[in-house]
């Protein structure tokens, strides 16, 4: 059976199946290489805390990474302060996205609440002026006629 910390420093940082888009290693393959089905993220981060891809890996980096239940054993590793910053960041972020679709959600209702005034006023002209048939026309034509003849 293969350590955790064997597995991670044998991953291929270019092989993008074995990443998640965060760039952490996937559970499921570290799951395969170790042979422990039951393995969670949880422990493969206490194993190695911060542990992620690099966009260009240095093999050397992993060298520092120690064996299992070492917390010193972490490739890369964040402040407090920049952990706690980017949190703020993210949340600040939900936040205006929450606001952003709750004014899409108003436009939207306000935009029905206009295509519903503009029908009613359509049914209302249509009701004030009765469409033409050409029958209705000729019939028009012949009258006014008859009132410009009787003059």
């Given at each position: 059976?293969?350590?955790?910390?064997?597995?991670?420093?044998?991953?291929?940082?270019?092989?993008?199946?074995?990443?998640?888009?965060?760039?952490?290693?996937?559970?499921?393959v570290?799951?395969?290489?170790?042979?422990?089905?039951?393995?969670?993220?949880?422990?493969?981060?206490?194993?190695?805390?911060?542990?992620?891809?690099?966009?260009?890996?240095?093999?050397?980096?992993?060298d520092?990474?120690?064996?299992e239940?070492?917390?010193?054993?972490?490739?890369?590793?964040?402040?407090?302060?920049e952990?706690?910053?980017?949190?703020?960041?993210?949340?600040?972020?939900?936040?205006?996205?929450?606001?952003?679709?709750?004014?899409?959600?108003?436009?939207?209702?306000?935009?029905?609440?206009?295509?519903?005034?503009?029908?009613?006023?359509?049914?209302?002209?249509?009701?004030?002026?009765?469409?033409?048939?050409?029958?209705?026309?000729?019939?028009?034509?012949?009258?006014?006629?008859?009132?410009?003849?009787?003059?």
């Open positions: 059976m293969t350590t955790i910390t064997e597995v991670l420093k044998s991953l291929d940082h270019d092989d993008d199946t074995l990443w998640t888009a965060a760039g952490l290693p996937k559970v499921e570290i799951q395969e290489l170790t042979g422990d089905e039951d393995l969670s993220r949880k422990e493969i981060d206490e194993v190695a805390p911060g542990f992620e891809r690099f966009e260009s890996f240095d093999p050397r980096a992993v520092d990474l120690q064996d239940g070492s917390i010193d054993g972490r490739l890369e590793t964040k402040s407090e302060s952990i706690s910053l980017l949190r703020d960041k993210k949340s600040e972020i939900e936040s205006l996205i929450q606001e952003k679709k709750q004014e899409k959600i108003d436009l939207d209702a306000g935009i029905a609440d206009l295509f519903s005034e503009r029908d009613k006023i359509i049914n209302q002209l249509e009701v004030m002026q009765p469409k033409l048939t050409n029958e209705g026309a000729i019939r028009e034509y012949l009258k006014r006629q008859k009132e410009i003849s009787v003059e």
